[in-house]
């Protein structure tokens, strides 16, 4: 009796897998555009005026801070070895 192919439980379940309609997948509860109102829009504008006003004159300084911890912190240990040659480096010359 000749085989015409094989399939294997993993291929079963690829094929049941791929037989099976795909989900429609949705963001929004409603199905039409998401449109917004001038009310809103002028609550956005002073929530963001607001916030931008409680940020304070020493925001960018916080800011470049939270930067430079974010880009020394995955790198401790190599920003570790970098300074200590630095000072090894500064204690040779001076």
């Given at each position: 009796?000749?085989?015409?192919?094989?399939?294997?439980?993993?291929a079963?379940?690829?094929?049941?897998?791929?037989?099976?309609?795909?989900?429609f997948?949705a963001?929004?509860a409603?199905?039409?555009?998401a449109?917004?109102?001038p009310m809103e829009l002028?609550a956005?504008?002073?929530?963001v005026?607001?916030?931008?006003?409680s940020r304070?004159?020493?925001?960018g300084?916080?800011c470049?801070?939270?930067?430079?911890?974010?880009f020394?912190a995955?790198r401790?240990v190599?920003?570790?070895?970098?300074?200590l040659?630095?000072?090894?480096?500064?204690?040779?010359?001076v």
């Amino acid at each position: 009796m000749p085989r015409l192919f094989e399939m294997t439980p993993m291929a079963i379940g690829n094929a049941l897998v791929q037989m099976r309609p795909r989900p429609f997948w949705a963001t929004a509860a409603v199905d039409s555009a998401a449109d917004t109102l001038p009310m809103e829009l002028s609550a956005l504008g002073a929530h963001v005026d607001r916030c931008n006003g409680s940020r304070g004159r020493m925001f960018g300084l916080r800011c470049a801070a939270d930067a430079f911890t974010g880009f020394v912190a995955p790198r401790l240990v190599t920003t570790l070895v970098v300074v200590l040659i630095a000072f090894g480096v500064i204690s040779l010359i001076v």
